[in-house]
């Protein structure tokens, strides 16, 4: 697996969030029952199956520009078999149209959870900045035709609303205008 960390390891020290419930999730296909509202059940026992020729597509759209750190994908070979997917990309944009490709990833009969970095290798602690994320399916296990993936979590930088003034108030009378009455 290049570019992506084993399931079960995350050693990020950034604060960080998931994001996923922000976004506008679709699918370019999917058998019914099998929709993309399974990739964001919360059950590792659901799952969401394509339906179509490769590849299969994931978009996720933010309404503002967020700064994503990991995108992590649950996977089980030893359940899907020739529908697990063998060979990801992770695509980023402002819009469906600009979508340029920020990561490959071959995986190996992967069972779990499967991290995939955003940021560069170069910087890896500055965060990916997109309206627009893709996940492309590009190829299967065996040579499979639809894939399954059973979750889709999306992490973002977490950004401190309550940060401190970068001057500090060391009088009592600055001290009084420091906070909002």
Same mark, same amino acid.
């Given at each position: 697996?290049?570019?992506?960390?084993?399931?079960?390891?995350?050693?990020?020290?950034?604060?960080?969030?998931?994001?996923?419930?922000?976004?506008?999730?679709?699918?370019?296909?999917?058998?019914?029952?099998?929709?993309? +509202?399974?990739?964001?059940?919360?059950n590792a026992e659901t799952f969401w199956q394509?339906?179509?020729? /490769?590849?299969?597509?994931?978009?996720i759209q933010f309404q503002r520009k967020m700064?994503?750190? +990991?995108?992590?994908?649950?996977?089980?070979?030893? #359940?899907? +078999?020739?529908?697990?997917?063998? %060979?990801?990309?992770? %695509?980023?944009?402002?819009?469906?149209?600009? #979508?340029?490709?920020?990561?490959?990833?071959? #995986?190996?009969?992967?069972?779990?959870?499967?991290?995939?970095?955003?940021?560069? +290798?170069?910087?890896?602690?500055?965060?990916?900045?997109?309206?627009?994320?893709?996940?492309?399916v590009l190829a299967n296990h065996q040579n499979?035709?639809?894939?399954?993936?059973?979750?889709?979590?999306?992490?973002?930088?977490?950004?401190?609303?309550?940060?401190?003034?970068?001057?500090?108030?060391?009088?009592? /009378?600055?001290?009084?205008?420091?906070?909002?009455?």
């Amino acid at each position: 697996m290049n570019g992506v960390q084993p399931s079960g390891l995350n050693d990020s020290s950034m604060p960080r969030r998931e994001v996923g419930h922000l976004a506008v999730w679709s699918v370019t296909s999917a058998k019914p029952g099998n929709g993309v +509202e399974m990739l964001r059940d919360g059950n590792a026992e659901t799952f969401w199956q394509s339906d179509g020729l /490769q590849p299969h597509l994931i978009n996720i759209q933010f309404q503002r520009k967020m700064p994503l750190l +990991e995108l992590h994908m649950y996977v089980d070979y030893k #359940l899907d +078999e020739s529908y697990t997917p063998s %060979r990801v990309s992770v %695509r980023a944009g402002h819009t469906y149209q600009d #979508l340029k490709e920020v990561r490959v990833v071959d #995986l190996e009969e992967p069972s779990g959870w499967v991290i995939i970095p955003l940021t560069s +290798e170069s910087w890896p602690h500055e965060p990916l900045k997109a309206f627009h994320l893709q996940l492309a399916v590009l190829a299967n296990h065996q040579n499979g035709r639809d894939t399954h993936i059973r979750q889709v979590k999306i992490w973002s930088a977490r950004t401190d609303s309550n940060k401190t003034l970068p001057c500090s108030a060391t009088t009592t /009378q600055m001290s009084i205008y420091s906070t909002v009455r």
